[in-house]
């Protein structure tokens, strides 16, 4: 074991001691750094716990906070250093000083040793001289060392002893010089206090208990020739036996001194009364002292008689007789013996209170059950209502889910770089779900095409292959010719006599085993028969080739993916998965080619094309692309962090300027009150009736019972009355202006400093608020920036995890600039994962014993506690998944989270945080998917619908505005966008579909923008004269779409915001 004083609460760390081992080839765990062994991985992994606490202390240095690792590595290297430091020559002496010390204090002690040592020199030290002759120290060392003692001066007292010191010097080592200690130093860096106690720390230990002695370490003792044998008096045992010594003395001195004081009473010793510092009283001292001597002896009567003793000390009293065991003395016949008081022990005090947090599963149950969970697949892990279910989920199995969650957030995360819209994970599913010949979706086919690229690059671009692939094994040329395998039956031995029982049966196990060898043989054949035609599929069909030219047309993707996969399929961790899909898209039984493996990936079912986008998908974090975006995110990061320091730095020093502004606003403020408004008095008549002003000030032509004769009349007379009320409202107008005019002359005018002050307070309130908005835009350009992970909100008391997707690595509602970004969301749910398969075993699913323990302590295992507290919807492992789709669902969530856990505490701390942008999302997407509909008005249209028409019908107005077309139908509006490109008419059945589904109505602008063309076509033909606008271009890239149900697409659209 390392020989180490690494402190855990103040004390060296114990380290265990090696177990007996009895079998040699018992496996067995090691910590290199302490030398201890386990037998079991769990006591290991408890062990390492402990060590990575950040709370050991290192010994030399008094570092604190650091794991037990951190704090060897220091020890061990601030110990090598001290021992070089420190002089040799000293080394041995001041150990010998320190052995044995009782001093409990180590400060104390260092300043002992440093008081004794610091004008001492030793043999072998370096050390500086005074030597006459010379104006510098002349550096030497001490050869020899002569100490005299005190004398006895003629007047009795002891004169100082001194040293002489022989010191050979280093410039010329034939000469010594003989000095005194007054002309001898030692280099102040080599000897002092802190070095002193960081060498006294590494060499000298002491044990825990009050007046231990300091002892030098074994092996340091051993090389100074310092004796180790603890004096008696300084053993624990020998202390021990004193201190029991000193309490059975006390003990016995109180039994005495009861006894002296008369008790005799069998219920024990009188208790004196309490004696109280007497008030101050007018008599005089003799006659205080007598009352004093009067109460003290009733009080001795009272105790005596309490007792049944009404004998003063003293006092004669009959005995009984010794051979009457059962006569009493006169005094205590007829008295009642004192009654026998049993005294209950006092119970344990109470355990104090947790310290929260706690272990999450250590809390009791509450009453609350978690809001249930929705499910987006058909197998679900528990029996469901139809309600929990997505109305995607018919065809997806749970399998899916988490790779459907996976790819949408690879590729929205990363769209930059794969150079496409971000699209909402509603219109994800629901383009896997209902692509197929008769609905082609653009977003289907961008996303593979995308993807693909990345992977290889083009012809242009040099056509490297970014990934790494397996090598396929090369086929012979020639092949042998096939020999048939199966055994030549043999003719059956004819016996040569008479057929008996046993050879009989000898032929017949023959038979047997040779026909099981044929079957095993046939068997054999038929698993090693391929499974799927991919081979004479890519005959001829260089799939790395047609990738680097971008030939992606007429299933050209379809069969680059075979080959991938193909190739792929080499590689034992997805041989599997890969064999698996090939057996979907080349079967047996149909005719291998490109059309064919065009029409059944149309067709493949949701899960496979799910599984088969994943491996692609995972195969991009290889690329250098992928691998560059994130190093730049992460140097935009740190640039980022750093201007927030100086903007959390800048605010600081504004909210200081600020608190002394309003120190002064307060120094000024009294001298600056304007005085206070006078109380204008109440009119009253003398006969008590309050004047009504407003009446009198009508004008006493109108009234009310007055009609005008006719209507020419009457707005005559309503025209007279309006200039009338005019007249009067400009009069009241200007006596307020007066009045207010007069009262600002009266109030002092503040003074210039006061008026400064305000506005310097002002001006600082603004700056903050300004730091604080460009801190609140620098945290979200750092949410969006951070990309290499997924981010969880945190876990729950059964380790099931939390995910928002929008709470890292994308804008909130995606990019604003997308073609659906009117949808205002990303995936809008919370998913909830379940716990994978080591926390399911450690905590839930426990061993049968713990599970005993858990129920004596809670009355329920912990599964049990799971299904009570989960309600009827669980999630049981990581590959289940569900989620939470409305903010009444976050809100009853919040209040099951308990915050005296360790886990939920961090989850609801991050569900807090961004509950408002969740409810926000949630309700943007039940906007989008049209889940929440209004009830419909009196017209038959919904509010919400009737908005929308008017939405509509501005868009088409603008849009005939811009452009000298008028809008043809199918034609949408997106956020913040004015299109300007022609639009392109739209067949009426291909309206229909897009209503029916919303994944047709994205478009992939990015790649028309940034590379002219999507990604599923072929790059237009180089044109003479570049057009003044892109409107040429887009509408050339649309005419070259081969199907007429293509979207058109959108005009030039704003600057693309940057996802950091």
């Known amino acids: 074991m390392v020989n180490v004083q690494v402190q855990f609460k103040r004390k060296p760390v114990q380290f265990l001691p090696v177990p007996e081992i009895d079998d040699e080839q018992q496996e067995v765990w090691h910590i290199p750094q302490t030398g201890e062994v386990f037998l079991t991985y769990e006591d290991y992994l408890n062990r390492m716990d402990f060590y ?37 020559a000293l080394k041995g002496p001041v150990l010998r000083r320190v052995q044995f010390s009782t001093v409990s204090r180590i400060d104390t002690l260092v300043d002992q040793i440093y008081d004794e040592f610091k004008n001492d020199y030793y043999p072998g030290e370096a050390v500086l001289v005074e030597v006459m002759g010379h104006t510098e120290k002349l550096h030497g060392v001490v050869r020899d060392k002569t100490r005299f003692g005190s004398k006895v001066l003629p007047d009795g007292t002891f004169s100082k002893p001194f040293a002489t010191y022989f010191v050979s010097l280093n410039m010329s080592p034939a000469e010594e010089a003989v000095v005194d200690d007054a002309h001898i130093f030692r280099d102040r860096k080599i000897f002092t206090k802190q070095v002193l106690r960081q060498y006294i720390k590494k060499t000298v230990t002491r044990e825990a208990w ?10 340091v003792a051993e090389k100074y020739h310092i004796d180790t044998r603890v004096p008696a008096h300084l053993r624990f045992d020998t202390k021990l036996q004193e201190r029991k010594q000193l309490q059975a003395q006390k003990r016995m001195s109180n039994h005495d001194s009861s006894i002296l004081s008369g008790s005799m009473s069998p ?12 008030p101050k009283s007018h008599k005089s001292k003799a006659q205080q002292a007598a009352q004093a001597e009067r109460a003290l002896l009733r009080a001795k009567q009272q105790a005596m008689q309490a007792n049944g003793n009404v004998h003063e000390p003293g006092q004669f009293m009959h005995l009984p007789l010794p051979g009457n065991p059962f006569q009493f003395p006169i005094s205590f016949r007829g008295q009642i013996p004192p009654p026998m008081v049993l005294q209950t022990p006092e119970p344990p005090p109470p355990p104090p209170p947790p310290k929260y947090p706690i272990e999450d599963l250590q809390l009791g149950f509450r009453g609350h059950v978690r809001p249930p969970l929705k499910f987006m697949c058909n197998d679900t892990p528990v029996q469901v209502e139809a309600e929990s279910k997505s109305p995607l989920s018919e065809k997806i199995l749970m399998k899916s889910v988490g790779p459907l969650l996976e790819t949408w957030d690879t590729l929205n995360v990363y769209c930059e770089i794969f150079k496409l819209d971000s699209f909402t994970f509603d219109d994800y599913v629901e383009a896997m779900l209902v692509a197929s010949e008769e609905v082609p979706v653009e977003l289907f086919t961008e996303i593979h095409c995308s993807v693909l690229k990345i992977l290889v690059g083009s012809e242009a671009d040099g056509g490297k292959v970014q990934i790494q692939l397996p090598e396929l094994e090369e086929e ?27 050879s009989m049966a000898k032929l017949e196990a023959e038979r047997l085993a040779a026909e099981l060898a044929a079957a095993e043989q046939e068997e054999a ?5 391929p499974r799927h035609r991919a081979e004479e599929v890519l005959q001829g069909f260089d799939w790395i080739e047609q990738l680097k030219k971008r030939n992606f047309k007429d299933g050209g993707w379809e069969l680059i993916m075979v080959g991938l996969l193909h190739q792929l399929s080499k590689n034992e961790r997805l041989a599997a998965s890969c064999e698996e899909l090939l057996e979907q898209l080349v079967p047996v039984d149909t005719e291998p080619s490109q059309e064919t493996v065009r029409q059944r990936y149309a067709t493949l079912d949701v899960n496979y094309r799910v599984q088969a986008l994943q491996i692609i998908c995972m195969l991009t974090a290889e690329t250098k692309a992928i691998r560059g975006y994130m190093e730049d995110c992460s140097e935009t990061m740190t640039a980022y962090r750093k201007e927030k320091i100086e903007w959390q730095r800048k605010r600081k020093q504004l909210i200081e300027e600020l608190k002394g502004l309003n120190d002064q606003r307060k120094i000024l403020l009294p001298d600056n009150l304007p005085p206070s408004p006078p109380l204008k008095p109440t009119e009253v008549a003398t006969n008590g009736d309050v004047k009504m002003t407003d009446v009198d000030d009508l004008p006493a032509t109108q009234t009310s019972d007055e009609i005008p004769d006719s209507e020419e009349d009457g707005r005559k007379l309503r025209r007279g009355h309006d200039r009338a009320v005019e007249r009067k409202r400009k009069a009241e107008k200007e006596a307020e202006r007066k009045e207010k005019a007069e009262a600002a002359a009266k109030v002092p005018k503040q003074s210039k400093q006061f008026t400064k002050v305000l506005k310097d307070i002002q001006k600082r309130e603004d700056e903050i608020a300004e730091c604080e908005k460009e801190i609140a835009i620098i945290d979200n350009d750092l949410r969006e920036a ?19 997707f929008e709470r890292n690595g994308m804008p909130y509602g995606g990019l604003p600039d997308s073609s659906t970004a009117e949808a205002e969301y990303a995936n809008g749910c919370i998913w909830v994962q379940g716990p994978d398969e080591l926390e399911r075993e450690g905590y839930i699913d426990m061993k049968e014993e713990w599970q005993e323990e858990y129920k004596a302590k809670f009355e329920m295992t912990v599964p049990e506690r799971k299904k009570l507290e989960e309600g009827r919807t669980s999630v049981f492992n990581a590959r289940q998944w569900g989620y939470y789709d409305r903010e009444e669902d976050v809100d009853k969530l919040l209040t099951w989270l308990d915050p005296r856990g360790f886990n939920e505490l961090k989850l609801r701390k991050e569900l807090v945080n961004y509950r408002d942008k969740i409810a926000k999302n949630m309700v943007n997407r039940r906007k989008y998917l049209g889940i929440d509909r209004p009830v419909p008005a009196e017209n038959g249209t919904t509010a919400a619908g009737s908005a929308t028409e008017e939405k509509k019908e501005e868009d088409k107005e603008s849009v005939a505005a811009a452009s000298p077309e008028p809008p043809q139908k199918g034609k949408r509006s997106t956020r913040g966008r004015q299109s300007t490109a022609a639009a392109v008419p739209v067949p009426e059945e291909v309206g229909e579909t897009k209503q029916k589904y919303r994944c047709l109505n994205w478009t992939n602008t990015t790649a028309i923008e940034e590379i002219g063309h999507l990604h599923s076509l072929e790059p237009p033909p180089a044109r003479s004269r570049k057009p003044t606008k892109k409107k040429g271009e887009i509408q050339q890239t649309q005419e070259l779409v081969a199907e007429p149900v293509a979207n058109a697409t959108r005009g030039k659209k704003g600057g693309r915001q940057s996802m950091k």
């Open 52 to 88: 990575k606490q950040k709370r050991f202390i290192c010994t030399i240095t008094g570092h604190s906070g650091m794991t037990f690792f951190d704090a060897l590595e220091s020890e061990l290297a601030n110990a090598a250093e001290v021992d070089d430091i420190f002089p040799e």
């Open 210 to 219: 009050n007046g231990a002695p300091w002892l030098v370490k074994n092996e």
């Open 525 to 529: 054949e038929m698993e090693d028969a």
């Open 786 to 804: 951070d990309c290499p992970r997924t981010r969880v909100l945190g876990k729950d008391r059964f380790w099931n995890r939390y995910y928002w």
């Open 476 to 502: 012979e040329e020639e092949e042998e010719p096939e020999e048939s395998t199966a055994p030549t039956p043999e003719p059956e031995p004819q016996p040569s006599g008479r057929a008996t029982r046993s």
């Open 267 to 278: 219920t024990g010793p009188v208790r004196l009364p309490e004696l109280k510092p007497a």
